[in-house]
């Protein structure tokens, strides 16, 4: 996957927690999930289907990224 990390605010108390923890940048990626919430990876077909569904549950649904193709010697999720 690629992850772009512009496409919402991260929470200032994630920053606080990683230098007071002096937290490695991929375990505070992985374990904090930096206020996004719950992820879904979804085909691009049926993203405005999802995102109208989410919105009638109450959620703000919107994109992080891409599923892209894996590449050995890559990481598995990527950010940008």
């Known amino acids: 996957a690629m992850v772009d990390t512009s496409c919402w605010k991260i929470p200032p108390i994630f920053e606080i927690l990683r230098r007071l923890g002096n937290i490695p940048e991929d375990d505070y990626r992985r374990t904090f999930n930096l206020g996004v919430g719950i992820?879904?990876?979804?085909p691009r077909r049926h993203v405005i289907k999802a995102e109208r569904l989410l919105a009638?549950?109450?959620e703000t649904?919107?994109?992080i990224g891409e599923v892209i193709e894996y590449r050995r010697g890559h990481p598995r999720v990527q950010y940008r």
């Open 61 to 63: 649904p919107f994109s």
């Open 39 to 42: 992820v879904f990876a979804v």
């Open 56 to 58: 009638r549950l109450g």
